[in-house]
């Protein structure tokens, strides 16, 4: 069965510090990841999605993916303490239900 | 996130029977019913695609999905147990079967169980 993990299941950085998030799939054939921000007793929001090798960049935020791994990792620099939430991880292997791993909460102190 | 809607958003329930509603305005094809349990990720307990019942996973009999048309889900929940205290929520994606789609999620509905 396709296992999402994700690390650290939380962490805790500074205002203005850079947030390194992990996941790494357990499915050689997991074709497509996700991240997915949720704030307390929010739904989950798509934050980003990367579907090929490298490195993809909006704003603050980077995806990174090694697909040889199966590896991705969020990264979040000047982080703010509205980036305070819990980080889904999520993936896909074709035509499978998608699945989400654990979840990494982020706390941004002021 | 108001393209997405779902009523009751509270829900404080016995054992009595209750709806869960949700519409997206959207025009996606592939709606879903998702159950997250606290300190816990969304899982998937049903999916619908053009109104027909694509994936039921395992979920006790006393939930049952309708969906009347593509852009409206119903949950109906019967004899409610303390473990189905969770947020139920709604969401929708383009197609089921794109794995590329991204599923988008409405602002939930919490059932609380006493």
């Known amino acids: 069965q396709q296992k999402v993990q994700q690390s650290p299941e939380s962490l805790i950085v500074p205002e203005g510090g850079m947030a390194s998030l992990n996941c790494t799939s357990s499915?050689?054939?997991?074709?497509y990841f996700w991240w997915y921000r949720q704030h307390s007793g929010k739904s989950p929001k798509m934050l980003m999605?990367?579907?090929?090798?490298g490195e993809k960049e909006e704003g603050r935020f980077t995806v990174h993916l090694n697909k040889a791994s199966l590896h991705t990792s969020l990264h979040i620099r000047d982080s703010q303490p509205s980036d305070s939430a819990l980080y889904l991880c999520?993936?896909?292997?074709?035509?499978?239900?998608?699945?989400f791993g654990k979840g990494t909460v982020l706390l941004v102190s002021p | 996130n108001t393209k997405i809607t779902q009523s009751p958003r509270y829900l404080i329930l016995g054992r009595a029977n209750k709806s869960l509603e949700c519409e997206q305005h959207?025009?996606?094809?592939?709606m879903y019913w998702y159950k997250q349990s606290a300190e816990k990720p969304p899982e998937l307990m049903f999916l619908?695609?053009?109104?027909?019942?694509?994936r039921n996973e395992t979920v006790p009999s006393r939930f049952i999905p309708e969906c009347p048309d593509s852009s409206k889900l119903l949950l109906h929940i019967s004899a409610v147990d303390p473990e189905d205290s969770a947020v139920y929520f709604c969401?929708?994606?383009?197609?089921?079967?794109?794995?590329?789609?991204?599923?988008?999620f409405g602002e939930g509905s919490r059932l609380i169980v006493v």
């Open positions: 969401a929708s994606s383009q197609d089921h079967d794109n794995s590329g789609n991204t599923l988008y």
């Open positions: 499915d050689r054939n997991v074709d």
């Open positions: 999605s990367i579907f090929s090798n």
């Open positions: 999520a993936a896909r292997k074709g035509y499978n239900k998608l699945t």
């Open positions: 959207l025009g996606h094809n592939a």
């Open positions: 619908y695609n053009l109104k027909q019942l694509i």
